[in-house]
């Protein structure tokens, strides 16, 4: 079994967004939900566009990563509307993000982003940052 922890944002229409994406992943027969973070709002990245909202989320799943993203992710953000454009910073109704997969950082981001290390910080308060030489706890303790 594989332990994942994902990072869910949107800012589009977030409230229905989010919620929409968390009982998909209910309902998907691929994983299932351990924990969830609190909802939080950040500031849009790179763009002057709505706030968003993001969660963290740990699933265990028997799917290998490429699997997760293509198969799950990938179908959940299609279901959901998400639609990619050039601009990586665009509004969206949904992004689902791999962070964490099997103890390994996927999102180096996660040390960095607020929208990534306060939902993260909940559910792996110990994840340890080699480069800050300190946990995601400390950093996101040094972000509020």
């Given amino acids: 079994m594989n332990d994942v922890y994902l990072l869910l944002g949107s800012n589009i229409e977030p409230e ?10 209910h309902d ?5 939900v351990v924990n969830i973070s609190s909802i939080w709002r950040t500031k849009a990245v790179g763009a002057s566009a709505p706030d968003f909202l993001n969660v963290a989320v740990n699933i265990q799943t028997t799917c ?13 953000e299609k279901k959901l509307g998400r639609v990619r454009t050039e601009d990586k ?3 969206r109704t949904i992004d689902l993000d791999v962070i964490v997969f099997n103890n ?5 981001e996660v ?4 929208h990534i290390m306060l939902p993260m910080a ?8 080699q480069d800050h030489g300190c946990t995601l706890l400390k950093l996101s303790a040094d972000r509020l």
């Fill in 104 to 108: 390994q950082i996927v999102d180096k």
């Fill in 111 to 114: 040390f960095i982003q607020d």
């Fill in 16 to 25: 229905k967004h989010v919620k929409l994406a968390l009982q998909s992943l």
């Fill in 89 to 91: 910073n665009a509004p």
């Fill in 28 to 32: 998907s027969e691929l994983l299932e």
């Fill in 64 to 76: 290998e990563l490429h699997c997760l993203k293509e198969m799950v992710l990938g179908e959940i």
């Fill in 122 to 129: 909940e559910l792996l308060p110990d994840l340890h940052s």
